[in-house]
């Protein structure tokens, strides 16, 4: 062989031997690329890359583009893809305990989702593992607030309001006050709204901000009610191949992850308020009465959630409670 030709074969070799080395992960989210969670998760894949020295690429597919958000959990558990960020309160109907952060009134601050989602931590961790799932990090979405086309100050004023909700908990919300719920993915939500499908919603303001949805509703009240929050999954098996190394990179960036995504998103809150402001929304608290009636049905909503829940949901909430 001439030297070149010894060279070139060499480099030709080395070549396929580090791209057979590299690994590509596939990570589904379910929110608009501009949305901080999504920013949030193209951090941790540029992190992971880094960390792992270019062993692991992980490519972020922004929007439900790759696969929507009801089906991101299914997708990774069977192996479809390797990781991906779902919303898991709306998976509650599975297992209750994925719907604890979105228990009206339970806990409605940062500090306290922060705190709740601590407490519920090896819990959780244990329930994703019996799903073929390993939990790496979560971030909450700003306090949620309704969304209506009309001013709203009581209860009274939502009966037989379309209301578009997002998992179990707000269906059942919009049940006990009289709405009619009908369940929609957040990047389908203008064309609900700008169709008449719903008229309603309770979210974030930086849900309503994504979506434009001053060019649809005119108010929001803001509840505080609770902070849904993301959650970043990898399928078990995968986590399970990757070598400790690999794995501990993984866990440092979903830790860097976490940080990052509770300051965006206590960021986001008043810039996405200000956002509908913008647009033409009035955006103010919600009157007192509401409030007042809204805490009876999270008190309801507690209780039917802690019976779902059983022991296991109650000592998540009394670890919370008593620190
Ligand atoms: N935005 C998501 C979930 C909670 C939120 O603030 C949504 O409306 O789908």
Redesign the pocket.
């Known amino acids: 062989m001439k030297p070149h030709i010894a060279i070139m074969a060499a480099v030709a070799m080395a070549t396929t031997v580090s791209v057979a080395q590299a690994e590509t992960w596939d990570m589904p989210m379910a929110?608009a690329d501009g949305n901080f969670h999504t920013q949030v998760g193209k951090q941790f894949a540029q992190c992971v890359g880094t960390a792992t020295g270019g062993d692991l690429e992980i490519t972020v597919h922004g929007g439900g583009s790759l696969f929507k958000?009801g089906e991101i959990k299914r997708a990774i558990q069977t192996g479809q893809v390797q990781i991906g960020e779902r919303?898991l309160s709306s998976h509650q109907n599975e297992e209750p305990v994925y719907g604890i952060d979105s228990v009206p009134f339970l806990a409605t601050s940062f500090e306290a989702s922060e705190k709740l989602s601590a407490a519920g931590r090896d819990t959780l961790v244990e329930k994703l593992k019996d799903d073929n799932l390993h939990y790496l990090y979560s971030v909450p979405?700003?306090p949620?607030g309704f969304y209506f086309n009309k001013e709203v100050n009581s209860v009274a004023d939502m009966e037989g309001v379309k209301f578009r909700s997002?998992n179990s908990a707000t269906a059942r919300l919009a049940e006990l006050t009289g709405m009619v719920p009908t369940q929609i993915?957040?990047a389908e939500?203008s064309q609900a709204f700008a169709t008449g499908v719903v008229e309603a919603?309770i979210?974030?303001g930086?849900?309503g901000y994504d979506r434009k949805l001053w060019e649809h509703v005119s108010n929001f009240y803001a509840v505080d009610g609770w902070l849904?929050r993301n959650t970043v999954m990898v399928n078990l098996e995968a986590w399970e191949d990757l070598d400790e190394g690999h794995q501990n990179a993984l866990t440092a960036c979903a830790a860097m992850a976490a940080d990052l995504g509770l300051y965006r998103s206590m960021q986001y809150t008043d810039f996405t308020l200000n956002g509908l402001r913008a647009g033409g929304m009035s955006v103010e608290d919600a009157s007192e009465q509401m409030v007042t009636e809204l805490k009876e049905i999270g008190a309801q909503m507690t209780a039917e959630w802690l019976e779902a829940a059983g022991d296991e949901g109650q000592a998540i909430v009394d670890t919370f409670s008593a620190e």
């Open positions: 929110y958000g919303l979405w700003p949620q997002y993915e957040a939500i919603m979210s974030s930086a849900t849904p």
